[in-house]
């Protein structure tokens, strides 16, 4: 069993930049495949980044690509997702989630890929 917390959320200015904190518990954290994901009023979740446990695989929607980095430090049990140039439609409550994997390089980007699931974090941006 894994469990995920999310921090770092907050109400920010457009252009600002954030960075999301992931920590999960459980032993074996570095084989779990992490992602990120998000979900505006209305909408569906959506993914935003994946890293592989190798963590030299990662993946960014379209929506995120070039201005946000995921990452993870397996020493701390921590995914984390940093997102610069913020814009307003980029509010949403964000989620990370993790499957065990056992190929390192290989990102999911379906929700009903992952296992695990964090309670999430609003991230909320002002224009």
């Known amino acids: 069993q894994v469990q995920l917390v999310e921090s770092g959320g907050g109400l920010v200015q457009d252009g600002d930049s954030l960075r999301l904190s992931c920590a999960a518990s459980g032993r074996t954290f570095s084989s779990y495949s992490l992602g990120w994901f998000r979900q505006a009023p209305g909408k569906e979740r959506e993914f935003v980044a994946g890293i592989g446990w190798s963590s030299g695989s990662s993946y960014y929607a379209d929506s995120v690509r070039g201005r946000a980095t995921i990452s993870r430090d397996n020493a701390k049990n921590t995914v984390y997702f940093q997102m610069n140039s913020l814009k307003p439609e980029d509010t949403a409550v964000y989620y990370c989630?993790?499957?065990?994997?056992?190929?390192?390089?290989?990102?999911?980007?379906?929700?009903?890929?992952?296992?695990?699931w964090g309670q999430g974090t609003q991230v909320t941006v002002s224009s």
């Open positions: 989630a993790a499957r065990r994997s056992t190929t390192g390089n290989v990102i999911y980007v379906y929700t009903r890929e992952y296992d695990y």
